[in-house]
């Protein structure tokens, strides 16, 4: 499954929310998925071309 989001109508912040995905197993028929969003700038930096030893 892949989930796409749209932040552009979004103020900076963090979103929690769960995706919900349904099925015909009886024993699950709703299982729910906690998704997080950062919307804005992170503390996190991300580089190209890391070297594996």
Partial sequence: ???????????????????????NDPDETLVKVPVNLQVGSSD?????GFETP
């Fill in 1 to 23: 499954m892949t989930v796409n989001f749209d932040a552009s109508a979004l103020t900076d912040g963090m979103y929690s929310a769960n995706v919900c995905v349904f099925s």
């Fill in 44 to 48: 996190l930096i991300f580089m190209d």
